[in-house]
């Protein structure tokens, strides 16, 4: 069955860096794009970054652009994120999910892993 | 404040039909599709309808989707308890170049 299955989140002081990892099964990894996507704690779903099915294009919110970045390795079915100079506000629950195409809704999707971002 | 606007909250007797609008413009909803999503209480979101109308397999056809220009609407009918969940619509933005979101509404069954 398909699985996304995030890891990497955790507590980190204001200013550091994170990495976050997506290890997909089950569906072809390679041909999906695939997005990041965070929910505040009691918040609504917020959209932060896309990275078509080779890794040729990414867009990212306004929100994160300059300080995170994805990437993916489809060799390993593995989507990543790097969380640079993160701040308070960037505290959530991180969720990865595949989409069919760049446009299309997300129909696989990751339990999440909670990033806090405190002193 | 979210791109697409959504109520926060609906609420309906179990049996009933309830329905949930969600508002953009001409660079999201009017130009793209809308995709609504359900996220069950401490789970991860799932899709409900996609390009605007679609059911994905395994989704009950108690659920419907529908477009009017810069809105849609998700319509949920025989409400059941099982449906208490938040609900959030999305689509491509062509001036954000990327999807946003609504801010979600939170359907209680009475």
């Known amino acids: 069955q398909v699985q996304l299955v995030e890891s990497g989140g955790g507590v980190v002081q204001p200013g550091r860096s994170l990495r976050l990892s997506c290890s997909a099964s089950g569906f072809t990894f390679s041909s999906h794009a695939m997005h990041w996507v965070r929910q505040a704690p009691g918040k609504g779903l917020e959209w932060m970054g896309l990275i078509s099915y080779d890794g040729s294009e990414r867009y990212y919110a306004d929100s994160v652009k300059g300080r995170f970045t994805m990437s993916r390795d489809n060799s390993k079915n593995t989507l990543y994120l790097q969380m640079n100079s993160l701040r308070a506000e960037d505290t959530a629950v991180y969720f990865c999910a595949g989409s069919a195409g760049m446009q299309a809704g997300c129909e696989y999707w990751g339990q999440g892993t909670l990033v806090t971002v405190s002193s | 404040q979210s791109v697409l606007t959504q109520p926060p909250s609906v609420s309906e007797a179990p049996g009933q039909r309830v329905t949930i609008s969600c508002s953009g413009s001409?660079?999201?909803?009017?130009?793209?599709?809308v995709n609504w999503y359900q996220q069950l209480p401490g789970k991860a979101p799932k899709l409900l309808i996609y390009y605007d109308d679609l059911l994905p397999s395994g989704v009950s056809d108690r659920f419907s989707g529908s477009k009017s220009g810069t809105s849609a609407s998700l319509a949920i009918s025989g409400l059941q308890s099982e449906d208490e969940a938040d609900y959030y619509c999305a689509a491509w933005d062509d001036s954000l170049i990327g999807p946003v979101f609504g801010g979600g509404t939170k359907l209680t069954v009475l």
């Open positions: 001409s660079s999201n909803i009017g130009n793209n599709a």
